[in-house]
């Protein structure tokens, strides 16, 4: 398995990364058992939570990821071998996710608490990587800027605050490295000139969405990532499964995540089937699964660190796995570059 070097850090981490949000929802424990003793076995080691997940969020799941992966942890006793990574709920309305009931803010008093559940679920005394999951501040997320930017001067957080309080908790030796995800350029340039002004820990990567059907991260932040070595954790690379082409024509398959809980919104936009279509003829043009290649695309990327991957069982988790055979080529770049620039960032 290809390692690559997390930020500025001595820390390297496999090019695919296990993505656990469906742990303890559309995964049970069990199966979710089974993919991380795969993805093991191939040499993933790096596995991806958060205090939110399962997704969809709810009270009676949220932390259930965590707690699967830090069982499984316990019961092989391989904490030493896992680069494990989690995050902390950025602005949020859902008032479960803390004890008073308020508002889910990024203070350092939320911070605390949710390290320190984070930590007990996960049954361990650090996380390697511990990410800000979104901004503080008001920003549009989740495809939200298809209509245009709307600019928001509502108070949040100060970044420098934010950032002290996760300084303290790799001081303590609860984190070792900070990250951000769902962040803009402006954000991540924040982020590192705070830490250079005050000494505070600097940012060694940024978790954003990223697949043939949104490049977004190409304009703006792709140039940070290489230049300042903040590097792309890509998540959605098969863009929920929509680039199988398994919802084309309305179609919503059982047991997917559509059929389940209807979630796939951010993919059902007026140029998406097109896109897809285009995409689906490029991948058997090559002789390859369309999933795999859409995996192929995004770790080959140079700004990218991982490529996080979600499978709902071993079948897809072995394509997954395939993607790693294919070769990515410049007449396959060509292919896909030519299909994006007449059809650009479809599901931003």
């Given at each position: ?24 929802d559309?995964?049970?424990e069990?199966d979710?058992?089974?993919?991380m ?23 009676e799941?949220?932390g259930e ?12 006793k ?7 990574a ?16 308020g508002e ?58 934010t ?10 030796g609860?984190?070792r490295?900070v ?10 340039m ?18 954003n ?17 290489m230049?300042e ?5 890509a ?10 082409g ?34 689906l ?9 369309p ?29 997954i ?28």
């Amino acid at each position: 398995m290809e390692k690559r070097r997390l930020g500025r850090t001595d820390l390297e981490v496999p090019a695919l990364c296990l993505g656990t949000m469906m742990y303890g929802d559309q995964i049970g424990e069990d199966d979710a058992v089974l993919q991380m003793d795969a993805c093991l076995d191939r040499g993933i080691n790096f596995l991806d939570t958060a205090e939110m997940y399962t997704v969809p969020p709810k009270p009676e799941t949220q932390g259930e990821s965590e707690r699967i992966v830090g069982r499984w942890m316990a019961a092989r006793k391989n904490r030493d071998d896992v680069v494990l990574a989690t995050k902390v709920a950025g602005r949020s309305p859902a008032a479960y996710m803390r004890p008073d009931g308020g508002e889910t803010r990024l203070t350092p008093a939320q911070i605390r608490f949710a390290i320190e559940r984070s930590l007990k679920n996960l049954q361990t005394d650090y996380v390697d990587l511990y990410q800000l999951h979104w901004p503080d501040r008001r920003v549009q997320l989740f495809g939200g800027a298809r209509t245009g930017y709307v600019h928001s001067d509502e108070e949040s957080v100060p970044i420098e605050e934010t950032l002290g309080a996760l300084g303290d908790l790799v001081k303590e030796g609860k984190v070792r490295h900070v990250g951000l995800s769902n962040e803009t350029p402006y954000g991540v340039m924040r982020f590192l000139e705070a830490a250079k002004e005050r000494g505070l820990p600097r940012v060694v990567s940024i978790q954003n969405a990223y697949s043939f059907l949104n490049r977004t991260f190409e304009t703006g932040l792709a140039e940070i990532a290489m230049a300042e070595q903040v590097g792309l954790l890509a998540y959605s690379p098969i863009a929920q499964g929509v680039l199988t082409g398994k919802y084309l024509d309305g179609k919503n398959p059982p047991g997917s995540r559509k059929a389940l809980f209807d979630r796939v919104q951010r993919y059902e936009t007026p140029c998406a089937d097109d896109a897809v279509r285009g995409y689906l003829a490029i991948a058997e043009k090559f002789g390859a699964d369309p999933a795999a290649f859409a995996m192929a695309f995004v770790t080959s990327r140079p700004f990218v660190t991982s490529n996080i991957f979600g499978a709902r069982n071993l079948d897809q988790l072995e394509t997954i796995f395939a993607s790693l055979d294919i070769d990515w080529t410049k007449e396959m770049d060509d292919a896909v570059n030519d299909l994006h620039g007449r059809n650009q960032n479809p599901c931003p």
